[in-house]
């Protein structure tokens, strides 16, 4: 069993910044790709950040050069630095992770969310 649990999110003004952790436990015998996507009100779940164990990033258009997507191979943590926030950004954030268990299955895990709020 493994779990994927965030922290971070809150309100926040425009301009503001905010950094997201996401942490992976349980029976993990290795992660490969992790990500943030985000669902704002009445829309659809998107992607905001993957990175690879190996640390090669890639970002929605609508983020680059505002949020940072790092890890922790050895913490099993995955971190979204946001900087910049516009309202726009306003949603429930998401942590995704493909999980190799330690019988050496892989499985895709979410998070429960975290919320992120930006308004004055």
């Known amino acids: 069993q493994v779990q994927l649990v965030e922290s971070g999110g809150g309100l926040v003004q425009p301009g503001g910044s905010l950094r997201l952790s996401c942490a992976a436990s349980?029976?993990?015998?290795?992660?490969?790709?992790m990500g943030w996507y985000r669902q704002p009100p009445g829309n659809e779940r998107e992607l905001v950040a993957g990175?690879?164990?190996?640390?090669?990033?890639n970002y929605a258009d609508s983020v680059k050069g505002r949020f940072t997507i790092s890890r922790d191979n050895a913490k099993n943590t995955v971190y979204l630095q946001m900087s910049s926030l516009k309202p726009e950004d306003t949603a429930v954030y998401y942590c995704n992770a493909d999980v190799l268990s330690v019988l050496l299955l892989p499985k895709n895990y979410w998070g429960q969310g975290t919320q992120v709020t930006v308004s004055s």
């Open positions: 990175i690879t164990r190996g640390g090669s990033t």
């Open positions: 349980g029976s993990i015998f290795g992660i490969n790709n």
